[in-house]
């Protein structure tokens, strides 16, 4: 498909929904990736990732870093506390903020380092037992915990349960985000970023659409 084809389709959905030309922000997934498609990818302009890996993405960044100015780096996979210091250093934002015990370890680091990441609550929409991320029913107490610590939050992240309707999982993250103040919404993929779009997405996450399939051997 590619990524002039994902912007066009972007953009087009955001005139569908009424929504500001280039209010949506396009992540770019790269993870696993080769990275001649990366290259390309850079090489058309696109500067904002997003990855699932520490370690992977401390191996490809620094250097494309050095050759192509303006890379915004999103941390959207599961995080360790103990990736947490590495991943501080890399990445620009965290959209996986997703137990207290990593919110108590992040905001000391915080403390220490005097420098927050863009910060994204993920929130567990489907209840799914083998997926991270708050429980909705938990999501405004764990909000509320983060900004106790000091935790500035820009949004919500999901990531809805596999062949079924995602649209009640965005609505859900949208009237979370909207009881909570919070502007960001952290929602939509491949498969369903027009449709997360129009249910006021402001982060879309798209990955095999731009690069192709991801091949994990
Ligand atoms: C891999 C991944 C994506 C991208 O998925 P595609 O279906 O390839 O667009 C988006 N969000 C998260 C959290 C991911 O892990």
Redesign the pocket.
């Known amino acids: 498909m590619g990524l002039d084809e994902i912007r066009r389709r972007i953009s087009a959905a955001e005139t569908a929904s009424g929504r500001a030309a280039g209010e949506v922000t396009l992540i770019a997934?790269s993870?696993v990736q080769p990275p001649d498609r990366v290259e390309a990818v850079l090489d058309a302009g696109q500067r904002v990732f997003?990855e699932?890996y520490v370690q992977e993405a401390a191996g490809k960044w620094p250097g494309w870093r050095e050759r192509f100015a303006g890379i915004e780096l999103h941390m959207?996979?599961p995080l360790q506390t103990n990736k947490l210091k590495p991943a501080l250093e890399l990445f620009d934002a965290i959209h996986t903020l997703d137990r207290p015990s990593l919110a108590t370890k992040l905001a000391r680091q915080v403390q220490v380092r005097g420098a927050c990441p863009q910060l994204f609550v993920q929130v567990n929409t489907g209840a799914e037992p083998q997926k991270a991320g708050i429980l909705p029913d938990e999501a405004d107490a764990f909000i509320a915990q983060c900004r106790a610590l000091d935790l500035a939050i820009s949004g919500l992240m999901c990531?809805p349960p596999e062949d079924r309707d995602p649209v009640p999982h965005f609505r859900d993250l949208r009237d979370i985000a909207a009881r909570n103040g919070l502007a960001g919404l952290s929602m939509g993929?491949?498969?369903d970023f027009e449709t997360a779009i129009a249910e006021g997405a402001t982060h879309v996450?798209?990955?095999?659409?731009i690069f192709g399939a991801?091949d994990y051997r």
């Open positions: 997934v993870k997003g699932n959207i996979g990531i993929m491949s498969a996450r798209i990955g095999s659409a991801r």
